[in-house]
């Protein structure tokens, strides 16, 4: 029997979700009422079909009354058993459970906080087989694991939008994983949050002519800090991630250092993150070797096994940087590309969308020597090109420094996975400081992150200035 | 195995039929409303079908005396069939189903080299489809529009037809609206450009009189006994124009060629006695009945009534509800009312009805709408409960649709 007994809207409602569109344009929408981490009133609309409607008000009428963490609980299957739902029915009764779901995230989102249990622990998921294992690990541990993934970023017209990194189908892949274990599933919409921190500096570095990196912003600044915010409401004091890291204890304080595996070491992109974070973070996969962790996974049948690796920026989608940019409302205008005598070369369609070190995509030549971008000029609209070794630098400037532990040398990194370039780091006023390379480094771009290493540790990162 | 005696039923075969057998779903009583969908079936048909499905089980074709009998039995079927509607025995060929009917019409007259046909449309899928395939074998096929009212066009239908062509199709009644179009005056366009007419009759028989005497030029309907409170499995194409279609099953060569196979005397009795409840003397009267019945439902429901400015099948009610079709349907089902929708959910899309389209109603309206269909066991009753369970819903329905915006 489809229930509408509670069909309708909490007046002030403590979480909101909404599901649908498409092809069917089905709509549907929850809205919660708590009472402490109870959910004393769950209400929903409906303009779909009956499948969407009779899914919709079985979520409501099994919901109400339990705590939020069981409604976290309630997945697809157990929909489709509970409210009868016919094979041609399953697409349609999704749309309730994706609903119902952005509902559970925002009551999180919007501050409900559950009651702590000391057997918690909140995983992190992006939908991908790294976090799929360490989920599965932390269950079999006997923990109640709770997977927390960030919706941050649709867009549509990118190539491949299912590409970007929390995509509907990689947060629908991380609650189902959770739900065949009967785990509960938080999956929190940070889109606007996503694009005020992340996107948008990372487009207006870009109009400046830097090359910002997103991805160390994103952990550093945004991911790590609200994950955090969400595991203190949910009432753990541990959390884990599927990143390829390792932390190492230094007087107290942790330093994130390589993972053992060098192929899938992702220090770099931890090297903004709060210490006093990490100090609740565990990291299970950092002793361990990617293809490992993948020969595991398959093993349990986790269909995460197989998905796609976001290894570019996430929010691209598949695609190449100019058209993002343009549709992130950037212009790109031609102009010239010179050399440093200022000697015309050739043109370009848009400057902003090159980056210093870049070789490929100039279609520019002077006698038989490769020419390399050296700079942008993003006033003048001019790249700037020239020989390979003109991009060596041994001398760079940063800003906003953080160290984590003062060590006279340093191993420097200016991108993820590059060969580390000794030196010693100098410090100037208000966080700035110049690093001294032994060695030649080249490809070093304004807005990069350099995440400076003692060994394996991460001891001090900055943003390069020049 | 010894050879079964003649006369007597086996022991397997129930004693009798009842009537309840008819209105009982999951051991709890089913208000049936989807009449147009299919009849339940009539006690008095069954009891007519029974003797030639067990004792009177001759192939007509044979001379011997089971054989004979069978013949004996089958003439008499068509020609009843033939008199209830107002037509020559010799004018009705006997087929598997109302879609077999209307497909042996239409491609019974397109054997020979393409060329061009009018298909109205509100047809059926029985007929559009056809009509789809002829025109990827090269025909032109010309649609006749409907006005708004789901009536045909006529002057536009003057307008199309072309002397020359090889059929018109026009649906008798639709099963979508139960608005009953205007056959003499169709017939008389048709006649008038010397081109022949068939008459998808499948919904029309269910609730108005068929009367082809009087239908100038070369006519053709199509029947469906389960619309009737027949089995399904049977049906007829009748008419004058029957002699001058071509067959599309081959084979022994029965039914005057134009359908072989071993004659259906059982389906053909049922049919006879099918068409004679509801075509003989005591169906004007149930007719006006079931309308008033209709006419109390719709005036007490309130809701936009499809095609209601002129003359529709009896017992049709096509009511745009302004919420999900499929899933009033549902509603209605989980309180034991069988009633149906006006559009079909396939693959994740609601496909708008082709008739609703064809008649300026889309989208949202389209998508709200519900049959509701009477038939002669329809009661006050029942409309009294379709109205309570309505009273019941609506406000629940405008919360929900309301809650999800």
């Known amino acids: 029997m489809i229930d509408l007994s509670r069909a309708g809207a909490v007046a002030r409602p403590d979480g909101e979700g909404r599901a649908g569109g498409g092809r069917c344009n089905d709509r549907v929408r929850f809205t919660l009422g708590l009472v402490g981490d109870r959910l004393e009133q769950v209400r929903f609309g409906a303009d779909a079909c009956a499948a969407t409607t009779a899914a919709a008000a079985w979520l409501a009428a099994r919901a109400e009354g339990g705590l939020l963490l069981d409604a976290a609980r309630l997945g697809l299957a157990e929909v489709l058993v509970g409210a009868a739902i016919e094979p041609a029915g399953v697409d349609c009764a999704l749309t309730a459970v994706d609903a119902f779901h952005a509902s559970i995230g925002d009551a999180v989102a919007r501050g409900a906080v559950v009651s702590a249990d000391p057997n918690r622990v909140v995983v992190a998921m992006s939908g991908g087989v790294d976090s799929a294992m360490v989920l599965t690990q932390t269950v079999a541990e006997g923990y109640e694991a709770v997977g927390v993934t960030l919706r941050l970023w649709i867009d549509p017209e990118a190539p491949s939008p299912e590409r970007a990194c929390c995509a509907p189908s990689a947060v629908r892949a991380a609650r189902d994983l959770c739900h065949q274990n009967d785990m509960p599933h938080i999956a929190l919409d940070l889109r606007d949050d996503f694009r005020a921190v992340v996107v948008d500096p990372f487009v207006a570095g870009y109009a400046a002519g830097e090359t910002p990196n997103p991805c160390t912003t994103c952990n550093g600044a945004f991911r790590f800090d609200a994950i955090d915010r969400a595991v203190q409401r949910l009432g753990a004091s541990t959390w884990r991630t599927g990143h390829y890291v390792q932390l190492v204890d230094h007087a107290g304080t942790p330093l994130v250092a390589r993972g053992v595996d060098a192929t899938k070491d992702q220090s770099y992109m931890l090297a903004l993150v709060d210490p006093e974070i990490l100090t609740r973070v565990q990291f299970p996969l950092g002793a361990r070797k990617k293809v490992d962790v993948q020969h595991e996974a398959a093993e349990h049948g986790l269909a995460a096994a197989k998905a796609l690796e976001s290894q570019e920026v996430c929010f691209l989608g598949g695609g190449a940087l100019a058209p993002f940019l343009e549709r992130q409302g950037v212009t790109m205008t031609p102009g010239p590309i010179v050399d440093e005598d200022g000697v015309e070369l050739g043109t370009h369609a848009g400057a902003l969308a090159f980056t210093p070190g870049q070789r490929r995509g100039l279609g520019v030549s002077r006698g038989t020597e490769a020419l390399h971008v050296l700079r942008i000029d993003a006033p003048a609209n001019t790249v700037i090109v020239g020989t390979v070794g003109r991009l060596r630098r041994r001398e760079v400037s940063l800003r906003d420094v953080q160290v984590r532990a003062d060590t006279p040398r340093i191993d420097a990194c200016f991108r993820m996975r590059s060969t580390p370039v000794a030196g010693r780091l100098e410090h100037g006023p208000n966080a700035t400081a110049t690093v001294y390379l032994e060695t030649d480094a080249h490809q070093i771009a304004p807005g990069q992150v350099a995440a400076l290493y003692d060994g394996e540790c991460i001891v001090a990162a900055g943003i390069v200035v020049g | ?405």
């Open chain 2, 1 to 405: 195995m010894g050879r079964g005696r003649v006369g007597q039923l086996s022991p397997a075969f129930p004693a009798a039929v009842t009537p309840q057998l008819f209105v009982r779903c999951d051991n709890a009583r089913v208000i049936y409303l989807d009449h147009a969908a299919t009849a339940p079936p009539e006690p008095r048909v069954v009891e007519a079908m029974l003797p030639h499905l067990t004792e009177r089980f001759g192939n007509p074709s044979e001379p011997h005396a089971l054989g004979r009998q069978a013949r004996a039995d089958l003439d008499a079927a068509r020609e009843e069939i033939a008199s209830l509607v107002g037509a020559d025995p010799s004018d009705v060929v006997l087929t598997g189903g109302g879609t077999e009917a209307d497909n042996l019409a239409v491609l019974g007259r397109a054997q020979g080299q393409p060329g061009r046909m009018v298909v109205s449309a509100i047809e059926h899928p029985a007929v559009r489809r056809t009509a789809e395939v002829l025109a990827r074998r090269g025909w032109e096929i010309a649609v006749a529009p409907v006005l708004p009212n789901g009536r045909l066009d006529l002057i536009e239908l003057w307008d199309l037809v072309q002397t020359g062509d090889a059929l018109v199709c026009v649906m008798g009644a639709s099963n979508v609206t139960g608005v009953v179009q205007p056959i003499a005056d169709i017939a008389a366009i048709c006649a008038e450009h010397a081109v022949p007419l068939h008459v998808d009759d499948v919904q029309t028989a269910a609730g108005a009189e068929l009367d082809l005497s009087d239908l100038p030029g070369r006519v053709t309907i199509a029947l469906a006994a389960h619309k009737l409170g027949g089995p399904r499995g049977v049906g007829a194409v009748i008419g004058t124009g029957v002699q001058s279609l071509d067959p599309i099953v081959f084979g022994g060569g029965q039914e005057g060629g134009l359908r072989s196979g071993t004659e259906d005397v059982a389906g053909a009795v049922a049919l006879a006695a099918a068409l004679r409840i509801r075509q003989g003397a005591q169906a004007p009267a149930e007719r006006v009945r079931r309308a008033a019945l209709r006419d109390d439902l719709e005036a007490r429901l309130a809701l936009p009534v499809v095609g209601v400015e002129v003359e529709r099948l009896p017992g049709h009610a096509l009511l745009l509800t302004g919420y999900r079709g499929d899933t009033v349907v549902r509603l209605f089902d989980e309180r034991g009312i069988a009633i149906s929708a006006g559009s079909a959910c396939a693959s994740g899309e609601t496909l708008p009805d082709a008739t609703l389209t064809a008649m300026d109603i889309h989208g949202d309206a389209a998508r709200s709408a519900i049959r509701i269909t009477l038939g002669p066991t329809s009661t006050a009753a029942d409309v009294d409960a379709v109205v309570a369970a309505w009273t019941e819903l609506a406000p629940a329905l405008q919360l929900a649709t309301e809650a999800s915006a």
